[in-house]
């Protein structure tokens, strides 16, 4: 498990803002804080919500969702970030977007490493 944080555009319908975005390979899916996904895009509601649980054991509820493109290294990646209230940073990309992206964590440089990344999302 590991984590790698960049300073990121993030796109999403309503406009473009550059995010904290921490890349976490022990978060399964991409989460938003509230209030910036609110300034991005517009929220589309789950059919149903999801319950995830967080590293400290606290139960987080989703009702909400939202698209985002973030832009790493002049490539755009898209992503379906749940909405949740309250993050440690703005934007959480998780394991599952890397996996589907072939984006890896380079811990020892600090840095993401982009070299199977195609452009296009594995189906998983």
Do not use: H, W
Not at 11 to 33: E, I, M, N, P, T
Not at 75 to 90: K, M, Q, S, T, Y
């Amino acid at each position: 498990m590991g984590i790698i944080r960049q300073e990121l555009l993030v796109r999403g319908d309503k406009g473009v803002k550059r995010l904290s975005v921490l890349f976490d390979s022990g978060a399964a899916r991409s989460f938003v804080r509230n209030d910036v996904a609110n300034e991005l895009c517009t929220p589309k509601k789950l059919l149903i919500p999801r319950e995830f649980v967080a590293a400290d054991g606290n139960k987080i509820v989703c009702e909400f969702f939202c698209d985002l493109v973030v832009e790493i290294e002049g490539r755009e990646i898209g992503v379906e970030a749940f909405l949740v209230d309250n993050l440690p940073v703005p934007m959480i990309f998780g394991a599952l977007d890397m996996e589907a992206y072939r984006i890896r964590l380079d811990l020892a440089r600090g840095k993401l490493d982009l070299s199977e990344f195609t452009g296009f999302m594995y189906a998983l």
